[in-house]
């Protein structure tokens, strides 16, 4: 956690509403491994990162509610009996969306006001939106004493992401970022929504995201059309989703469909039993096989799922003749954001050095690389 954000919006609120107010700290989160397995109901290995939303709230004596955005410098005020979704509302759409889901259960809200601000550095594939959403109905659990568990305010943090954001995200992003333990993974079942915690230790190596910095226009209509061959395909084998497929199962099947949906569904079929092999290997402190999984999980997101872009391949394609790299794969929906590298610590100063020349020699644009914690989950400072 960074603690600069916390003293900043913690000073700003005082400064703004001249009284002292409760600070949440909300974590953003990578994903080791089980890239769009989730939304399958199978298995997803996510971590919560010490880069998030810290975000200061205290009741209010005014008519109206307000929200400032420190970094932006842009405030909102509102009032909570006319809550809508803003045309282009951007940051605000997620607080109201959840501010919308808790008023839906039947609670009244009083006025409040917040301060926020956050580290995570946006369209990286950290999930700052749901850093966002769990920050804000941890703040009102914590504020008015709502008695909401952790498993509800998740949801409320998802309902408001799908009903005020449009994204129709699963549940991981939300989990990670509220369950999250100090210095482990969450090997997380989709389906029942229970995870196992692994405690993880990399030895001398360590975890380094490196930003492509672009993000190609196809994400969402390949996004809903993934999903849809996935519900297609489960919809054939006559089963709930791609969780309960098996290999042979689908080759059965694999003359009823194109080659290209074949391969996808394989690659979700594969990527679960990454996950489960990959737990594996935390748990008896195999780093080689960690790197081997990881560059097979890139490979079928690049060449089956098809995902991956030429930025994302090309960082990939880089790590592969370094020894002091074990693996590498991109990380997140694809078509952009980072690449996930395992690396020994005492090279990672002059790979940095390295890739950020050959990407801006490839592509004539800058990387940004960024060295990150494994840490707790959202939390009262």
Not at 53 to 73: G, M, P
Not at 119 to 134: F, K, Q, V
Not at 149 to 162: F, T
Not at 179 to 199: I, N
């Amino acid at each position: 956690m960074n603690k600069k954000i916390v003293k900043e919006v913690q000073k700003s609120f005082i400064s703004h509403f001249k009284t002292k107010p409760l600070v949440i700290f909300s974590p953003g989160r990578i994903n080791l491994i089980g890239e769009h397995t989730d939304y399958n109901e199978g298995f997803v290995f996510p971590a919560a990162i010490n880069k998030g939303i810290a975000l200061a709230i205290q009741k209010s004596n005014s008519k109206k509610s307000s929200v400032y955005a420190l970094n932006k410098d842009e405030i909102h005020e509102f009032s909570l009996d006319a809550i809508q979704p803003l045309e282009n509302g951007g940051w605000r759409n997620y607080i109201l969306g959840v501010i919308a889901e808790i008023q839906k259960t039947g609670i009244e809200l009083e006025n409040f006001n917040i301060v926020f601000t956050g580290d995570i550095p946006s369209g990286a594939g950290m999930s700052s939106s749901a850093a966002m959403e769990n920050s804000v109905v941890f703040g009102l659990n914590e504020l008015f004493d709502l008695g909401f568990s952790k498993q509800q305010m998740i949801l409320i943090s998802q309902k408001a992401e799908h009903n005020y954001a449009g994204v129709k995200c699963g549940i991981m992003d939300q989990y990670a970022s509220m369950f999250g333990k100090k210095k482990s993974g969450l090997l997380l079942d989709c389906r029942t929504v229970a995870s196992v915690t692994y405690k993880i230790d990399f030895k001398n190596y360590k975890l380094l995201l490196i930003n492509t910095n672009v993000k190609h226009d196809l994400s969402e209509s390949a996004y809903n059309d993934r999903r849809a061959v996935c519900e297609k395909v489960s919809r054939l084998l006559n089963i709930n989703a791609l969780r309960d497929a098996t290999k042979g199962a689908l080759e059965k099947v694999k003359n009823d469909i194109s080659e290209d949906d074949y391969q996808k569904c394989l690659y979700i079929i594969e990527e679960d039993e990454r996950v489960q092999l990959f737990s594996k290997a935390i748990k008896e402190e195999n780093t080689a096989d960690l790197g081997a999984y990881l560059y097979e999980s890139h490979k079928g997101l690049s060449k089956q799922y098809k995902v991956s872009c030429k930025e994302l391949d090309f960082l990939v394609n880089s790590t592969k003749e370094n020894p002091n790299i074990l693996g590498a794969r991109m990380m997140g929906g694809g078509f952009g954001g980072c690449t996930i590298n395992l690396i020994l610590k005492s090279q990672a100063k002059k790979f940095k050095k390295e890739i950020s020349k050959s990407y801006l020699k490839e592509f004539n644009k800058e990387c940004s690389i960024y060295s990150i914690k494994l840490s707790k989950g959202t939390r009262k400072v």
